[in-house]
């Protein structure tokens, strides 16, 4: 059960896109089409973004986007916003557990 | 509108037990799997366990298997989460989650925080 790897940090300015990756294994990620994402302001619970890889619950803004190869899934944010800073999560389905990424501290210059 | 409310956590010495409550109101409970996923100071989301929509089925993470049992009183829309033999390092906040997919955790709680000093 170990963490799905993320890059500690990502930045852009408004406007911009920006790309987080999320790397698992042939236990995961690879493995399944239930990967997710997770928004989290500071001092705030988590907010699902993207579910089944690609998918936007309703409400979420169109500006992010989620993918897969392999055993490394994406998210990106397009048109950024001051109100995208915020720290975010992959997460997995791994058989009979669900396993987080490291975490992104995403930063809008 | 879907809403779940936390309570239970506190300050507990190491060894002893706890019990989170997460009640849960505005949706059909027996609709959906649920989830606590922990985070401790600083620190990244952690899965925790799940137990599924029929109750009989429910996973642990490994750091925590043994010395958590998750359950359900579907009576009282409440999902409980049993914390025995308390480490230092299970401080963190603990959320419930609702899931109604795979793994596709929809809806949080506000999370409550456990503290056991070390």
């Known amino acids: 059960q170990s963490a799905l790897t993320q890059p500690p940090s990502a930045s852009g300015s408004p406007g911009q896109s920006v790309a987080i990756s999320c790397t698992g294994t042939n236990n995961d990620v690879a493995s399944y089409d239930y990967v997710s994402w997770y928004q989290q302001h500071p001092g705030k619970a988590p907010k699902l973004i993207i579910y089944?890889?690609?998918k936007r619950p309703s409400g979420v803004p169109d500006r992010f986007s989620g993918s897969k190869s392999g055993s490394t899934a994406s998210l990106t944010v397009s048109r950024l916003q001051a109100e995208d800073e915020a720290d975010y999560y992959c997460?997995?389905?791994?058989?009979?557990?669900?396993?987080f990424g490291t975490g992104t501290k995403l930063t809008v210059l | 509108q879907m809403l779940l409310v936390q309570s239970g956590g506190g300050v507990v010495q190491a060894g002893r037990s706890l019990r989170l409550s997460c009640a849960a109101s505005g949706f059909r409970f027996t609709g959906y799997g649920f989830h606590w996923v922990r985070q401790a100071p600083g620190k990244g989301l952690e899965w925790v366990a799940d137990i599924h929509q029929d109750g009989n089925i429910r996973h642990y993470a490994d750091s925590v298997r043994g010395r958590f049992d998750v359950s359900r009183d579907d009576s009282k829309s409440t999902l409980y989460l049993q914390i025995n033999s308390l480490r230092a390092e299970d401080t963190a906040v603990y959320y419930c989650a609702t899931d109604r997919r795979v793994a596709s955790l929809d809806v949080w709680g506000p999370g409550t925080t456990v503290t056991v000093p070390s």
């Open positions: 089944e890889v690609n």
């Open positions: 997460s997995s389905y791994a058989g009979e557990n669900t396993v």
